[in-house]
């Protein structure tokens, strides 16, 4: 005899499981969300791990935090469609490689009132990492 199914349990687990397969990245049409941006995904460094678990790397993504598509060379606090704290929205930054290396270093000393809980990355290479990976972006 078959067992009664939770009809709510399953659609969860189908929209888990098509989220995590999704070629689409919740991207803006024609913009970002395709396969190109799974493979800059899959480029990666190792180092990136913690950045994935609150941003995307799609355009006009958002997750936790905002999309870290073509970020390298823009105004922190810019990115459409995100509600940045008025800490980075005013703190005049520019996205560039010493910004982005003091940023991963220890975002709350550079911006004091940041959301931006992650405690830093304190190995310069691996820093180095991340802000040359972001600089693939575009």
Not at 50 to 69: D, F, M, N
Request: proline fraction near 7%; aromatic fraction near 6%.
């Amino acid at each position: 005899m078959l067992k009664p199914v939770n009809l709510a349990l399953l659609a969860t687990l189908g929209l888990a499981l098509a989220a995590c397969g999704s070629q689409q990245g919740g991207g803006e049409a024609g913009g970002g969300g395709s396969a190109t941006a799974n493979a800059a995904a899959d480029a990666a460094p190792p180092a990136f791990g913690i950045c994935k678990s609150c941003h995307a790397v799609e355009k006009g993504k958002t997750v936790i935090g905002p999309s870290l598509y073509g970020i390298v060379g823009t105004k922190a606090g810019d990115v459409p469609g995100y509600a940045f704290s008025p800490a980075l929205k005013g703190s005049g930054l520019v996205w560039d490689e010493a910004t982005l290396d003091k940023w991963l270093e220890n975002p709350m000393k550079l911006v004091p009132g940041t959301r931006m809980s992650y405690a830093g990355q304190s190995d310069p290479a691996k820093r180095k990492a991340i802000i040359a990976y972001l600089k693939t972006l575009k």
